[in-house]
């Protein structure tokens, strides 16, 4: 298999081959193949390829001990349809081929050590086949591909165009395709594009108390899309539309009802405005001059607002913990040291930081009592 160390979901490529009277050389392909499917299959060939000659019956060597002894385990079961217990074994499909021919031609399996030095009748052709396969490698795009037993599959296995049949464990694969699929909606969403926004870390205070904490959870369920509004209740069938529960003609989205809804307009106005004067406050504090606070203070008035000039990507993410970088906001003051320059910027980072969280705490916990207010009086959502 190349690569030797590929997961799950990585695109690998599996060869195997055997050789004897006959060599053949053949892909894995079209079912999700590790390694033990390359052994599984040399084996099977084998088996089919296999003659007696002179009354004695066919050896078959294989450096597999791993594929012998589940070969065996399933041998000695009664059942052999059923082989319940190799149900749990990736590749049982082959397993169940391989026991299948057994019942019909036996065929002595034994094991070879791989990669010795040996020189002994079996260990020469085991190193010459494991030469064909990864040979083979090189041409992988010529060689045949191997079949599939699905005609030994349980009644229902899972296929995928990607990584087509699965036989592995149903709920580690089930959970590793989400995973892969979270993270490539998390990378392609502007939600997680942090190196966009302020970089100074915010002070830990407003997180560590409990009202805040709160604000810690609002955040942690926006940056990964699962804040509890319309928009992604009625995605998951939970509700009949997904329009602002608060009567606005627009999609109630997290950006919705932070940035746009108009029950909250009055808020925002009013946080807005605090932070706007305590930055002033501060600046005029620190002696920088009306005309030098402009693109500080301007900065602060668009912080609800979907404003282009101050926001990367046009919308205001406040609510996601965001603020605009303050750096080039701040114009260089002769008068002040780098530290004292710096300490400012943290200051006005932290401060503004505190406050958008707060609103978006206090925002979204009037949502939430709203709605639990209809809930309970069975308020049917508009
Ligand atoms: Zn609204």
Excluded at 131 to 150: D, G, N
């Amino acid at each position: 298999m190349i690569p030797a160390s590929a997961g799950l979901l990585n695109k690998r490529s599996v060869t195997t081959s055997l050789t004897g009277p006959t060599t053949l050389v053949a892909q894995v392909s079209g079912i999700s193949a590790f390694i033990t499917h390359g052994e599984l299959a040399g084996i099977t060939a084998a088996l089919i390829l296999a003659k007696d000659s002179n009354n004695s019956i066919a050896v078959l060597h294989t450096d597999s001990l791993y594929c012998i002894r589940t070969i065996r385990e399933g041998l000695a079961q009664s059942d052999p349809g059923a082989m319940a217990n190799i149900r749990q074994y990736n590749g049982h499909s082959f397993y169940r081929w391989i026991n299948n021919i057994l019942h019909h031609k036996s065929t002595d399996i034994q094991h070879v050590k791989a990669h010795t030095e040996d020189t002994s009748l079996p260990s020469l052709p085991n190193s010459e086949a494991d030469h064909y396969a990864t040979s083979a490698q090189k041409l992988v795009h010529r060689i045949p591909s191997f079949p599939i037993p699905t005609f030994h599959m349980d009644e229902f296995t899972p296929y995928s165009s990607s990584h087509g049949w699965t036989e592995s464990n149903l709920r580690v694969y089930t959970e590793t395709v989400m995973l892969e699929k979270s993270l490539h909606e998390l990378r392609n969403n502007v939600r997680m594009a942090k190196w966009l926004y302020e970089p100074r870390p915010p002070s830990k205070f407003p997180y560590t108390r409990a009202y805040s904490a709160y604000s810690a959870a609002i955040q942690l369920h926006a940056r990964s899309g699962q804040l509890a509004v319309a928009d992604t209740l009625f995605s998951r069938g939970k509700i009949d539309e997904p329009y602002c529960r608060f009567g606005c003609r627009a999609l109630e989205d997290p950006h919705h009802l932070f940035v746009e809804c108009k029950r909250y307009t009055e808020w925002r106005v009013e946080t807005s405005k605090e932070i706007e004067n305590r930055t002033r406050r501060k600046l005029t504090e620190k002696g920088f001059e009306e005309t030098s606070q402009t693109s500080l203070l301007k900065t602060a008035k668009s912080l609800f607002i979907n404003d282009k000039d101050i926001w990367p990507l046009q919308y205001s993410f406040y609510y996601l913990g965001h603020i605009p970088k303050l750096d080039s906001l701040l114009p260089y003051s002769p008068t002040m040291t780098p530290i004292a320059r710096e300490q400012l910027l943290h200051h006005l980072a932290a401060d503004w930081h505190t406050h958008i969280i707060r609103l978006a705490g206090r925002i979204f916990g009037d949502y939430q009592r709203e709605m639990a207010k209809r809930l309970t009086s069975n308020h049917k959502p508009r």
